[in-house]
């Protein structure tokens, strides 16, 4: 019982924290879904209003665009850096010259603002000042140009997250690479297995709880993603990366309709722990299928 209330004790400080700043605010989120509010308008009081802004969700053809474009950004983003981030930590689990210093600069992204990083890619983005579509006119007689052509934005959006997040799912996987028991590659090496069957048959399924937790961390991101997509794009051109979280963003402070911009918060949320739920449910259903009877 002393054991009990000491670790209680413990952790009270944490749990007054996570009830402060997570419970209370997410309390405060899903009131505020269910009402109608515009603190700036004339008549500034909070009313009730039911399921009117789920409702009117479901026929928000700009609220459904930015959710598309935004899973396929997570889809796109998120598949290129667990394969970039495997073939990288391999990399590192060998010896190479030079390994310290590349490792090091590998890493660098990581310590950069999100918003920092847009900046730094709407310079080399820029026509006429970023070097990136000065070469690729000079080499390739390519004409790029964000803020005109839809596709290229989306392109350089994707890109730019890989450059900015692959550093941590190297590392993620580089721990859990240097983390292996010998033991299974030496017995398949025995068995006459080749690099891909070793990849597939013994790599994959002892990494898998790496990756799936990597996944929840980089989906999550990608799907609540804002600051550097308003700093290199700001939405544009046309509706190309008006993700979830810039359309919320102009609901809220351009347009003050609080209500409504908690309600898509709200769908977004349950969205990000539906799809971090079927992850888990695939994994647990694929481990429980090879558990011998």
Not at 186 to 192: L, R, S
Request: charge should be positive; include cysteine; charged fraction near 15%.
């Amino acid at each position: 019982m002393r054991s009990s209330t000491t670790g209680w004790l413990l952790l009270a400080p944490t749990l007054v924290i996570l009830a402060l700043f997570g419970v209370v605010p997410f309390i405060y989120v899903l009131v505020i879904s269910f009402s109608q509010w515009n603190s700036f308008a004339a008549d500034p009081v909070l009313h009730f209003n039911g399921l009117d802004n789920f409702r009117a969700l479901v026929f928000d053809t700009d609220f459904l665009k930015s959710i598309r474009s935004t899973l396929l950004f997570g889809l796109f983003a998120v598949v290129s850096e667990i394969i970039l981030g495997y073939f990288l930590a391999q990399l590192f689990t060998r010896d190479f010259p030079g390994k310290g210093f590349f490792r090091t600069i590998h890493t660098l992204p990581l310590v950069i603002a999100p918003i920092a990083v847009g900046a730094i890619w709407r310079l080399l983005l820029t026509p006429g000042l970023g070097p990136i579509p000065t070469y690729l006119r000079i080499w390739f007689g390519i004409d790029l140009n964000i803020s005109r052509f839809s596709d290229q934005a989306f392109a350089a959006v994707v890109l730019m997250d890989i450059w900015h997040w692959t550093p941590l799912v190297t590392l993620t996987l580089l721990a859990a690479l240097s983390s292996l028991p010998k033991d299974p590659f030496e017995q398949a090496q025995i068995d006459g297995a080749n690099r891909f069957q070793v990849f597939w048959y013994v790599t994959l399924p002892m990494l898998k709880p790496a990756i799936l937790a990597t996944v929840f961390i980089r989906l999550m991101d990608a799907l609540r993603t804002f600051d550097e997509i308003f700093m290199l794009t700001s939405g544009g051109p046309g509706d190309a990366t008006r993700f979830v979280g810039l359309y919320i963003y102009r609901v809220v402070f351009p347009k003050k309709d609080y209500g409504y911009g908690a309600a898509m918060s709200v769908i977004v949320l349950y969205l990000t722990i539906v799809m971090c739920w079927l992850l888990y449910s695939a994994l647990v259903a694929r481990r429980d299928l090879r558990r011998p009877e």
